[in-house]
């Protein structure tokens, strides 16, 4: 297992295609708006190695009996699904924002299905090749980027009838050493941190459309790909310097729009190829355990709770009563997101395959919550917090020889609360509910893994609705045929 040095090392050894700001970035590593999305991955690393957290954040390989990342991991009990929640909620709680690396983790869990169902019906390889593949990422503890959005144009159309074909990512010619595919990725997270990207297609499909079914998987910086940074709102105080300013001073997430420009995949990293049958099946085996993974957002949730406190505090008003059951609020609806993300990964089973899979009707009503949830959480915070985290002058004013006395002079609550740190715990809200991390913490909440409407058609799909009204009937003595 790498550690979180080796890791940045890893990364610097990739040579990316990166564009920000119109501008192709070549250090990526170093580059002040990325990087804290790197510490929030490398994190994932670090903690595997800590005794406290290794027993979450490290699991036993089904391939080569090897202790390795759990990230990097295909469950193989109830116990790992549950510790794959426990890891998302620790590593949200240490980081405050989208530490990246779980889309992977449940695409390489999902295509260990779907490829062994696809060879199971056809007598295809696919399987196979996929575990000597997953037994190279997990040898090597490699992050995959787990890339299923694709930009879909008009959504009234299928693939095939957008007004240009590249708008879902598709298979343009078939080599006999391999295929080239073209199209994009969007809202692609952490990717520029990735070292490979693991392509599945994002809807059901019908034959029309067998071109745009296509799995596989390349090294982050093969010839062809492009990545263009996404804009995070208040992303460019990141580049005034060391300040307190941009509230999470240590991590950070980010997205990427992804572009494939006739890139060549060889055959043994082909996991799907028209077979547009299983499409739907591995975007809702991906998305159901994506959805488990929101399990994330308890963790950012502690720390937004634990914020909310400190300004209480600092404000001299935590002890008033309807100040303390807002907090009571924020944590009965953050440990109900955490009942979701356990109960989903309790009530898992194993799929032919062997891997375990969660109750996917518990993880699309966790990941319903993960919709709502949140904005409650942060708007208790914002009222907490006072409508001083928006009007704040910046730390330069603080430290500026003209105006600094004032601002020390008007904001200081008690001679007891270090002006600085309730400025800078009033930044951090501001960060979690208004910047860079409520891209994470709201936005991602709400669309990440599938957007709400999503959720609701499966959770239509998969509750025994003839079930409930029986057990009803039953009971008012409607008998059968009445
Ligand atoms: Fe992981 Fe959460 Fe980020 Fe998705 S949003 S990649 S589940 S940390
Ligand atoms: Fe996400």
């Known amino acids: 297992m790498m550690n979180a040095r080796q890791y940045e090392e890893s990364l610097r050894k990739l040579n990316l295609n990166v564009y920000m700001f119109g501008e192709r970035i070549t250090n990526v590593v170093d580059n002040p708006i990325i990087r804290p999305s790197m510490n929030a991955v490398a994190l994932t690393y670090e903690l595997a190695h800590h005794p406290k ?12 009996g090897q202790k390795i990342n759990r990230f ?13 929640s426990k890891m998302g909620r620790l590593l949200g709680s240490h980081t405050g924002c989208c530490f990246q690396r779980c889309v992977g983790m449940d695409a390489l869990n999902a295509l260990s299905m779907t490829t062994f169902d696809i060879d199971r019906k056809y007598g ?3 399987h196979p090749r996929f575990l000597k593949y997953l037994a190279f990422v997990q040898e090597n503890d490699l992050t995959c980027d787990g890339a299923m959005t694709d930009p879909k144009g008009d959504r009234s159309l299928p693939p095939h009838q957008q007004h240009d074909p590249d708008l ?3 298979v343009v010619e078939e080599k006999p050493d391999g295929i080239v595919v073209r199209g994009a ?12 990207i693991i392509v599945m297609p994002t809807i059901s499909m019908r034959q029309e459309d067998k071109d745009y079914a296509v799995s596989f998987a390349l090294p982050s910086d093969t010839d062809g790909i492009t990545y263009i940074m996404g804009r995070q709102s208040c992303d460019t105080r990141k580049l005034e310097g060391k300040t307190f300013d941009v509230g999470n001073v240590r991590y950070g997430g980010h997205e990427a729009l992804v572009v494939f420009d006739n890139v060549f995949v060889p055959w043994e990293r082909v996991f799907m190829f028209k077979e547009y049958d299983f499409a739907g099946q591995l975007v809702e085996q991906f998305a159901s355990y994506h959805r488990q993974s929101y399990a994330c957002k308890v963790g950012v949730g502690d720390v937004l709770i634990g914020a909310a406190q400190t300004i209480a505090e600092f404000n001299g008003v935590s002890k008033v009563s309807h100040i303390r059951d807002k907090i009571i609020e924020m944590n009965q609806l953050n440990e109900t997101l955490y009942c979701g993300c356990i109960a989903c990964a309790a009530e898992g089973h194993p799929e ?21 949830f949140p904005y409650e959480i942060a708007r208790l915070a914002q009222d907490i917090a006072g409508g001083l985290m928006v009007t704040l002058p ?20 008690s001679p007891n609360v270090p002006l ?63």
């Open 53 to 64: 957290s290794e027993a979450i954040m490290t699991a036993t390989s089904h391939l080569s």
């Open 72 to 84: 990097t991991h295909i469950h193989q009990s109830v116990d790992d699904l549950v510790k794959k």
């Open 124 to 126: 295809t390889e696919y």
């Open 168 to 170: 879902y990512l598709r």
């Open 185 to 196: 990725k969007a809202h692609q997270t952490g990717a520029v941190n990735s070292h490979e």
């Open 352 to 372: 032919p395959s062997g891997t375990y899979y969660v109750n996917t009707l518990l993880a699309n009503v966790h990941k319903q919550n993960v919709t709502r």
């Open 394 to 413: 910046s730390e330069k004013d603080l430290l500026s020889p003209e105006v600094g006395k004032w601002v020390r002079k008007y904001y200081q609550t």
């Open 420 to 482: 600085e740190s309730r400025l800078r715990i009033l930044r951090l809200i501001e960060n979690l509910t208004l910047g860079t991390a409520a891209v994470g913490y709201l936005t991602e909440s709400m669309h990440g893994a599938g957007s709400p409407q999503a959720q609701r058609i499966m959770i239509s799909r998969q509750v025994n609705m003839d079930g409930k009204k029986k057990l009803a009937q039953k009971l008012c003595g409607i008998t059968e045929g009445d």
